[in-house]
């Protein structure tokens, strides 16, 4: 019974933790593509100018409180905030479900927060900056020269085939990937080697086709329009991540079955 309830608080503790990062990470999304100081000004109404107060900035509790509207000229507030705090919180809390309590789950973290600014960034601007590429990349090298890879240079092969395969198919298809597409998949091919870098371009591109292809069908989107990439890329990454191998080896039974 002890070890149930405390789990339970390590498990709150780290959903809370995740919530605060995750308004911090949408603060990031938002200012960091235009250039502006994460630090200043303090967040304030997009409509209003009304300076946020440290009661207003609980993450998705102050949003509930206000009836989702501004305290000030109590214009609406973009769901969009609770709604990606309270993702990373969840995407936090769970990691060590699926990771376990090792050295692993620290890059686990580190790959969760990084595309919650991209997406953020992605929806926003339709851009993944070249800032949160670099600053992410000298934070996963560290990470995979102390939990690296097995073998270590699956790493290196990972990101180059990264690289390349997106390098291709935007010279193929002319602009159909842009080159914050290109440099983030080198960038996940060092975290996650040769074959699920493979896998999770495949799965990022199966769930853009269905759900984009779900969008154009009740109308949600127009023909043409451009869709942003990045939240299929974190969906499929994160699937390779966690459950790649036993996608593979279930892939692999199959064949052998045929």
């Not at 405390?6 to 995740?18: A, S, W």
């Not at 938002?30 to 207003?56: D, F, M, W, Y």
């Not at 989702?68 to 000229?73: A, E, F, L, S």
């Not at 990454?237 to 199959?254: K, V």
């Amino acid at each position: 019974m002890e070890y149930y309830w405390g789990m339970t608080i390590i498990k709150l503790y780290i959903l809370f933790v995740g919530l605060i990062f995750g308004s911090f990470f949408n603060v990031v999304g938002l200012r960091v593509p235009v250039k502006n100081s994460i630090v200043t000004p303090r967040s304030a109404c997009p409509n209003c100018g009304h300076q946020l107060k440290a009661i207003e900035l609980i993450p998705v509790l102050s949003y509930i409180i206000q009836g989702g509207k501004c305290r000030g000229c109590q214009s609406r507030i973009s769901p969009i905030y609770p709604i990606f705090e309270l993702l990373t919180g969840l995407l936090f809390m769970t990691a060590p479900l699926v990771i376990g309590w090792s050295g692993e789950l620290v890059v686990a973290l580190t790959l969760i927060s990084m595309f919650m600014i991209i997406i953020v960034s992605d929806i926003h601007y339709m851009l993944i900056p070249d800032k949160i590429l670099i600053w992410f990349t000298g934070i996963f090298l560290l990470e995979r020269i102390v939990w690296p890879l097995t073998p270590w240079w699956d790493s290196l092969l990972g990101a180059v085939s990264g690289f390349i395969l997106l390098l291709v198919i935007a010279l193929v298809s002319k602009g159909g990937m842009g080159g914050g597409d290109i440099k983030l998949y080198a960038l996940l091919g060092l975290v996650l080697g040769f074959k699920l870098v493979l896998l999770s371009f495949f799965l990022s591109t199966l769930f853009g086709a269905v759900i984009g292809g779900l969008a154009l069908l009740f109308k949600i989107v127009k023909r043409r329009q451009p869709i942003p990439f990045g939240p299929f890329i974190a969906a499929g990454t994160l699937t390779a991540y966690y459950w790649g191998s036993e996608l593979i080896d279930l892939y692999i039974h199959f064949l052998n079955q045929g």
